[in-house]
C-alpha cells in the first residue's frame, strides 16, 4: 500500500478480554515500531522490530503485552486480559531501515478503548 | 538517547513565516535531526531531517546551527493546516534508533 495501514481503526472491548492490533507497513521497510499515546499525553515507545526479530522491547509495559512480526512485513500487537488503563492510541511506524537519515511514517493508529 | 528542548507552544498569524526553535546541546557527531508533527487526531507526519546543512523541502527549511546544538524549523506562510504539535527528535545513525519524542510544541495559527 503507499502508507503504513492500521487495524482495526476503533476497537472498544471489555475489561480482561484479549485484544490484536494488526499493522501493515510500507513495503520494503525493514523497520517497524509501536507506539502508544494516551489521551492528551506524548508518544510512549513499545517495542521495535528490524525484520521479525524485536531488538528493542523495552517500552512495553507489562507481560500481558506482546508483539510479533511476520515475513519481515505485518506486525500484530497482542494485549491479554486488558485493563482500562490500556485505554489509548496505538500508533505504528515503519522506516525503509534503522539508520539516522531515515524517515519514519505513521499509520492513523488503532484506538483502544477498554470499558 | 540525546535529548531536546522546546517551547510548550507558539502562536502565529496566517500568511506569517514560523520559526520553531530546538535545543540539543548533547547532540553526538553521528546524530540527525528529525522534525515530524502530528495534527489533531493523526498519527505523527515526518516533515523534515538533517545533519549538518540546512535543508528545504515542500514542507518546510530546517536551518542547522554551526555548532549542532540548536535547530530551527521553518514555515514559510503558515496556514490553519499547520495547526500542530511539532516535534523536533535526534536520531542516531547505528543501533535501533527509537524514535523518542518529546512533549513538542503546540502550534496555533490564527486568521
Known amino acids: 500500500g503507499a502508507g503504513v495501514s492500521q487495524s482495526p481503526s476503533n476497537k472498544v472491548t471489555e475489561k480482561g478480554k484479549d485484544v490484536e492490533l494488526r499493522c501493515d507497513p510500507i513495503s520494503g521497510h525493514t523497520a517497524l515500531y509501536w507506539y502508544r499515546q494516551s489521551l492528551g499525553q506524548g508518544l510512549e515507545f513499545l517495542i521495535y522490530f528490524q525484520g521479525n526479530s524485536a531488538p528493542d522491547k523495552s517500552g512495553l509495559p507489562s507481560d500481558r503485552f506482546s508483539a510479533e512480526r511476520t515475513g519481515g512485513s505485518v506486525s500484530t500487537l497482542t494485549i491479554q486480559r486488558t485493563q482500562q488503563e490500556d485505554s489509548a492510541v496505538y500508533l505504528c511506524?515503519?522506516?525503509?531501515?534503522?539508520?539516522?537519515?531515515?524517515?519514519?511514517?505513521f499509520g492513523q493508529g488503532t484506538r483502544l478503548t477498554v470499558v | 538517547d540525546a535529548k531536546t528542548t522546546q517551547p510548550n507552544s507558539m502562536e502565529s498569524n496566517e500568511e506569517e513565516p514560523v520559526h520553531l526553535p530546538c535545543n540539543h546541546s548533547t547532540i553526538s557527531g553521528t546524530d540527525y535531526i528529525h522534525w515530524y508533527r502530528q495534527l489533531p487526531s493523526q498519527g505523527p507526519e515526518y516533515v523534515i531531517h538533517g545533519l549538518t546543512s540546512n535543508v528545504n523541502n515542500r514542507m518546510a527549511s530546517l536551518a542547522i546551527a554551526e555548532d549542532r546544538k540548536s535547530s530551527t524549523l521553518i514555515l514559510h506562510r503558515a496556514t490553519l493546516r499547520d495547526a500542530a504539535v511539532y516535534y523536533c527528535i535526534l536520531r542516531a545513525t547505528g543501533g535501533g534508533n527509537k524514535l523518542t519524542f518529546g512533549t513538542g510544541t503546540q502550534l496555533k495559527v490564527e486568521l
Open positions: 511506524a515503519s522506516s525503509l531501515g534503522r539508520q539516522g537519515s531515515t524517515e519514519a511514517f
